[in-house]
């Protein structure tokens, strides 16, 4: 993040702060108009090939086109974009925030361009907003829907999944947009991830060697007071104990019938 610090020294003055606020307020804006019948979502959707005809304000206006669901989704969606994002520039700073959300943004709108008619989608960009928080908060609860208790790990995890059946079976325009939008994800969290998988590899190498050096097996319940096999060694044989024995000794199923009982003066002898 060396270089991150560097651009935040030159142009940390340019970040906009509480930006979330600003974008789920454009959207809102375009969603009440409409509403009331002044649908201009096709003059802000970003189509490249209507951008190459001189369209250039669709590049940046469509981060305010809101997703197409239903009402009461669409506001909690706006609820949980503005929570967590605000929550990410409190964490980040408001520079390293916006920087966040605008490489996810360049990204997208350089995949656009690889299908110039088909119109690209902002929904990704919000996305990873809910997955960086997720990485940070794992343990976070927030009421789903205002009403249901879920960790927002569990959230997290789901959406992950879609990300993952989008990935294999959408058409290339998806595919693209969807990695174009883990672009910003990758680049904030991408070295801590492989330094944990690393991390978990060599705890999990020096478990294995303590075990082999310590030759250590799981212990045995049930061991033959006559030939000393155990479940362990070998698993296809059953094993009982003697109440004619004097300490109830166990047998294995060859010998439980078949061995010189022990007594109290043999045990004490022995």
């Not at 990935?167 to 910003?184: H, I, K, Y």
């Not at 060697?209 to 097996?217: N, R």
């Amino acid at each position: 993040m060396s270089l991150l610090n560097r651009l935040e020294r030159l142009f940390g003055r340019f970040a906009i702060e509480n930006i979330s606020i600003y974008l789920v307020v454009g959207q809102v804006f375009v969603f009440l108009m409409a509403m009331l019948g002044r649908d201009f979502t096709g003059l802000i959707a970003l189509v490249p090939g209507w951008v190459l005809q001189g369209q250039v304000w669709r590049i940046f206006t469509f981060v305010f086109d809101p997703p197409a669901v239903h009402p009461v989704l669409i506001a909690f969606s706006w609820y949980m974009f503005y929570l967590m994002g605000g929550a990410l520039e409190h964490f980040w700073g408001a520079f390293r925030y916006n920087f966040f959300l605008f490489f996810g943004w360049v990204l997208t709108v350089v995949a656009a361009f690889v299908f110039p008619f088909v119109p690209a989608t902002n929904i990704f960009i919000a996305g990873s907003v809910l997955l960086a928080f997720a990485y940070l908060n794992p343990e976070f609860e927030l009421l789903f829907f205002f009403v249901l208790p879920l960790k927002i790990k569990w959230v997290a995890r789901f959406q992950w999944v879609v990300y993952a059946y989008a990935a294999l079976t959408g058409a290339w325009p998806t595919r693209l947009a969807l990695l174009a939008s883990l672009g910003n994800f990758f680049l904030f969290f991408g070295r801590d991830i492989i330094q944990r998988i690393r991390s978990g590899r060599r705890q999990m190498a020096f478990r294995a060697q303590q075990f082999a050096a310590s030759g250590d097996e799981p212990a045995a319940r049930h061991r033959c007071h006559v030939c000393g096999r155990t479940e362990l060694s070998n698993p296809e044989l059953d094993f009982r104990y003697c109440s004619k024995c004097a300490n109830d000794e166990c047998y294995c199923s060859q010998h439980l019938g078949n061995h010189v009982h022990t007594t109290p003066a043999a045990t004490k002898g022995s």
